[in-house]
């Protein structure tokens, strides 16, 4: 059985995180898996780049652009233009060897000019079984990665919020309708990162019509053994650079200023505890991690040490080692790394009550779930995890090693391969 990952980068974004740990969980388990990417950083013997030369990574860069470019006339807000995907530029990968010789053809995110809906046609032409791993809504949505409130995707989708002149034939009702086309034929196996994203895509017109297409859950898996708890917290944080006495609150995302990772609130939470606990003031600081991690330190009176990008897993495994919690205030999102990494490294969590988030953190336990936007409330969470959170460790580590060790949700997705190969239901 061959099994072909298909994703845009192998390094950069969470999907792509996510699709390297499964691949390697995979082949560790003996699946004969390998991965075709457009962006590669790695030296990864499973990862096959698209991109070799100067020439190639012209015509990428060109297909990007072309991709973002032409979705601007239609955007209602620029700082949302990397929410929405028209899928119009892309690659044919159906003539690839390696699409060619795989027996399953497994998707994850495939965007930004790796996939156009055309060449997601010809990949469906070929009548591979395709496996989809949903890291976002956008495999069943009008365009939408995340559709907030919106849910005009159980239906026909328009009258899209994000798009600048909505209407009931604007682009996401078009794209919706195109889709509905390329999958009527195809036989497809959704499988949700989380409960939740699976429990949307069943909701979803495109996927609730066709009984060939299923809908499974499986968690994203993780190396337990490199994100684990530090033998001595002190000697990481020396390590690091970082104090060895003070109270340290960890927080980060891939880009800081993403709007729907919530920093806005994070900032007024920290503000409010630090002019409601002054006892905090000589006690807690504050450690940031990804793009524009130095842009907060004018909106908090706590010190922050930045730490941008982070490259390597093991740096990033120690920033929660090092931490007394970790915290996330996103506003929707669907199966976090860094909360599977943070519980992986017996870090409590604080975040809101949100997208699969909840099916992460056992409240009162392994964390602390707040009300979605409740900020005030979000900071209580602080408080109580910071005083005395050995135990609530011990409860993260036990949940990340139940749920998210790699070796189990490898089995999990072997068992997928296995069942769709041999004609049996999800």
Known sequence: ???????????????????????DALRAGGTDAHMLVLRSDLEHPGVTSMVHTRRQELRRDLKFLAEV??????????????TFSSGRFGYDLSHHPLVRKADILHLHWVNQGML????????LSLGKPIVWTLHDTWPFTGGCHYPGACGGFTVTCGQCPLLKTPGEKDLSARQHKRK?????NASMTFVGCSRWMKEMAEKSSLVKKDLKHSVGHIFNAIDTSLFAPAFDRQVVRQELGLPVHKKLVLFGAANMKDPRK???????????????????????????????ASAFDEHVPFRIHPFHRVNFQKDMARLYQAADLFVLP?????????VVESLSCGTPVVAFRTGGVPEMIQHGSSGYLADAGKWRELGNGIISFLEDNQQAGIFAREFAMQNFESGKVAS???????NILSGKDL
């Open 116 to 123: 156009s809906l055309r060449g997601l046609e010809k990949l």
């Open 180 to 184: 509905e086309a390329l999958y009527e």
């Open 412 to 418: 999990q997705y072997q068992g997928i391969y296995e």
């Open 262 to 292: 919530g920093m806005d609130l994070l900032m007024r939470t920290f503000r409010n505890l630090y002019h409601t606990y002054p006892q905090l003031r000589d006690q807690l600081e504050l450690v940031a991690f990804g793009k524009n």
């Open 1 to 23: 059985m061959k099994v072909l990952h298909i994703n845009q980068s192998d390094s950069t974004g969470g999907a792509a995180i996510a699709a390297i740990r499964l691949l």
């Open 69 to 82: 470019f032409s979705y601007i006339p239609y955007e209602k807000n620029k700082r949302q233009r990397f």
């Open 330 to 338: 996103s506003q929707q999102d669907n199966l976090p790394n860094t």
